[in-house]
């Protein structure tokens, strides 16, 4: 093993011990209960970002429920490092909060960006609600959040309200938000912090919700809800019920006889060898392209921060820890990690048309993705890629002699132009036809479709 891969094992072997976690939640615990403060949580809203209108909604439907103060921070766009392809994402986000929207039962965003001086009356407003521009807004703030949200992604005027920001206030204010985020430790809007963890959107605000549950934060129901300030309400979940949990894949049987009736198109998998994501979805993948009876098209491109594209540590730590934590709740093992960045995804790509040319390329790539980002074996060593083809039921000997084939590179730069075409930017992301989406945490979106398609609607 090499140096380096000796330490992105040790690395993130330490980053993601679950008893380190649960150590700094015990600290972060008793540290709230030395100071007598509240259940804190920071919500930082960007204003015109889709996935923040969405967690504001939530947010009011959690503090029904827990015995909570949820403080709302205003806060600018990601930096150009952090949103390398930002048109892409901000027309994709678009049309992806509204899947989420209509799939979580939630207000509905538009499929245009809001009007940018309509943005801007928001902003004003909101601002107007905080006691001071260096400090986050109280329970008012959320709620204006939300209302003033209503109008604004429907593209209807926004009413004025009794008060609005002057533009250095809100200016203030948005840069104080902006610097707590980054003094914390992230980078988006739609997030937020408590107790020395984050969440992003509605998608992850189950992990929020079982951790309040755990320190008995949960609301009791009132005999009389009336009787009650802050008791939930008709619409507020109960019965351990999360506000919003991801839908899980195939817990619907697939009919055989539509299966037989239908012509459905491939399943095309657009991956990359250095992707912690790529890896926590790919059983899953290969789980629906067989229930449908589908072809997995493995479509690799080069990862990010191979094309140029900077990637901080901010954001690298995020990604493991939430890698991790989906990982979990898919029962796929994550760690010890071997980051495969740079020979390593070259030489495992120089080999994979051969793989496929074999047959055998999905379990080529299901073998690079397991012992590189669960045993943490080197593929940049013979020793480590010889086990990797060995296990994929391929002979090493013969797939030696392709090993710097550069070949692949044509085909990777193919599948990364047709990803752009797509409006898409990273991995994993996946077609269906004319379906497009990005994130392991979207599966539901292909399976939903497979089952339109079986179904003749």
């Not at 007598?36 to 970002?49: M, S």
Request: hydrophobic share 40%; charged share 25%.
């Amino acid at each position: 093993m090499s140096i380096k891969s000796f330490a992105s094992k040790q690395f993130s072997t330490h980053l993601l011990d679950e008893r380190r976690r649960d150590k700094a939640r015990a600290r972060a615990e008793r540290e709230r209960r030395r100071k007598g403060e509240p259940h804190r949580i920071e919500f930082f809203h960007q204003v015109d970002d889709p996935y923040s209108h969405l967690l504001a909604q939530a947010l009011v439907k959690l503090q029904e429920r827990y015995d909570v103060d949820v403080v709302t921070w205003l806060v600018e766009p990601p930096e150009d490092w952090a949103a390398p392809a930002r048109a892409l994402l901000e027309s994709y986000s678009l049309v992806d909060a509204r899947r989420l929207a209509e799939k979580a039962g939630f207000h509905v965003t538009s499929a245009e960006p809001p009007d940018a001086e309509l943005v801007l009356s928001v902003q004003r407003q909101l601002t107007a609600t905080l006691e001071a521009p260096e400090e986050p807004g109280s329970a008012a703030t959320l709620e204006a959040a939300v209302a003033l949200g209503m109008g604004l992604w429907s593209g209807e005027p926004v009413a004025a309200g009794e008060g609005t920001a002057t533009d250095a206030t809100l200016q203030a204010a948005v840069r104080a938000g902006t610097e707590r985020r980054a003094d914390l430790g992230h980078y988006l809007g739609g997030t937020c912090f408590y107790g020395g963890e984050w969440t992003w959107g509605i998608d992850r605000l189950a992990y929020l919700e079982e951790r309040l549950a755990d320190l008995g934060a949960e609301i009791p129901p009132a005999a009389d809800a009336g009787q009650r300030a802050g008791a939930p309400t008709e619409d507020a979940p109960t019965g351990g019920a999360p506000i919003y949990a991801q839908p899980r894949l195939l817990e619907e049987p697939v009919p055989a006889d539509a299966l037989e009736a239908t012509d459905l198109p491939d399943l095309h998998f657009f991956a990359s060898f250095r992707s912690p994501y790529t890896w926590i979805s790919t059983a899953r993948v290969i789980r629906l392209a067989e229930a449908f009876g589908v072809n997995l098209r493995i479509r690799f491109v080069l990862p990010m921060v191979m094309r140029g594209l900077p990637v901080k540590k901010s954001k690298r730590v995020y990604i493991l820890l939430d890698a991790a934590r989906e990982a979990r709740r898919n029962g796929v093992q994550f760690g010890p990690i071997s980051d495969p960045v740079g020979k390593p995804v070259e030489r495992g790509y120089s080999l994979l048309p051969w793989a496929i040319e074999q047959g055998r390329g999905i379990e080529y790539f299901r073998s690079f993705m397991t012992l590189a980002f669960s045993q943490a074996v080197d593929a940049g060593s013979d020793r480590g890629l010889r086990r990797i083809v060995e296990e994929a039921g391929l002979d090493w000997t013969e797939g030696r002699g392709y090993l710097g084939d550069p070949t692949w590179r044509e085909e990777a730069e193919r599948n990364r132009e047709e990803l752009f075409d797509l409006g898409l930017w990273g991995v994993p992301s996946f077609r269906v036809g004319s379906v497009a989406t990005w994130g392991q945490d979207r599966l539901w979106v292909l399976e939903d479709e497979y089952r339109r398609l079986t179904s003749g609607s």
